[in-house]
């Protein structure tokens, strides 16, 4: 495609289209920066032929790669089958079913049913309500309350945005829903006190949990929800000792644990759940985008034994559900891409290849002068750009200089997001020693002209 077939998509893209998370006047003004036309394995193209290496799996998400043909074939079966029929009225369709099986086989043990939707923040509110419905069944009405964390993000829908930590996300909801309280995420860079380790660090942020479990009173709480890695709020791991500290928490006090894997789920970090690496033992799991690959649209809800007994013990019914859940289109295109993550053995090529190359590639970068720390576990990812390596001093305005660098990144082809000054990664499970040795060599470049743009900013 041209230059002046590109000029025409932003032009006509800025006259109709409202993009999610903009600032629409900026947007306006500028127009799109680039349409993206094409995917094939590891890379998309621009337009005007650029090609590029998605370090982001175009968002979380295409765990495959993009271009399988098995996952379109899947779908176009489907589609020429049986395209839609809803699951309500007591019908249910092979495509549904066959999907509900697998993902039962899956997922950790007790966690054998599954709720569909199609979106990480519809299965989310879908996962609000069930907590509180499963309360209400046990006789417990006043548990109502979900302590989740700070900067955690589950969703832009008005529970599950309430749900999420972010000061931003709250603003347009105002007043946030009530029944969501929010404690310290586990950022041992960013939150940790001058001396405190790691571990010290990661019981101290578990405890708040107990403290805020105690300071709205137990028998209020129905649950703690979190994200095994927050993914959206920075790539923030969690120290060795958070997880089963909160572990020990959510049984002391016989809350429910809502583990969000709408970025963990399906291979990311080398198993086909988070939870199973952490060890913790979820009561329900969200998951979306690598359902899929994101080929088509497709979220659940993953719902143990315990949940599910309640519901069955009681003759009520459960007032929820979406026109597409369990869609067959989205449930075929699911399974051709669960199917093939096992035939190439994708999820444990992670630990084998995938985590150790990530963290050895990201490793290079931890002596540049802009660079405060690297962090990885699986394929997940992050940079921290610092005016003092020292002191770990942020830049003034934060997002600024992350904006530059992420700026670089794309130049030089390859995709990087910023979280504020926190540069991210998630590559597709798929990436060969090709793609880590050119992604190198991209944020060499990109952090040495970044450094080079805010030279002045720098401690010396
Ligand atoms: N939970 C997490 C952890 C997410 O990262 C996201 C999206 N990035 C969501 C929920 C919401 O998913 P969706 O955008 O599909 O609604």
Redesign the pocket.
Known sequence: MSKSTSKHWRDLDSQHHLHPFTNHKSLRASGATRVIVRGEGPYIWDSEGNRILDGMSG??TTNVGYGRKEIAEAAYQQMLELPFYNTFFKTTHPPVVALSNKLAELAPDKLNQVFFG???????DTAIRLIRHYWTLKGEPKRRIIISRAM??????IA?GSM?GMPHMHKHSYPVYEGFRHIIDPYWYGESKDGETPEAFGLRAAKALEDEILAVGPENVAAFAA?PV???GGVKIAPATYWPEIQKIVDKYGILLLA?????GFGRLGTWFASEYYGIRPNLI?F??AATSGYI?L?GLLIDDKIVDALMSHDDDFNHGYTFSGHPVACAAALANLELMERESMVPRVNTFGAPSLARMLARFKDHPLVGEVRSVGMLGAIELVADKKTRRRFADPGRVGLICRDHFFNEGFIMRAVFDTMVTAPPLIWTADQFAEAETAIGRALDKTLSDVAGEIAA
């Open positions: 968002l979380w199609s979106s990480g923040s519809e299965s989310n955690a993000y589950h969703g832009s829908t599950a999420g994200e927050q993914g959206a969000d894997e709408v970025i963990t969200t979306a985008k649209p979220s």
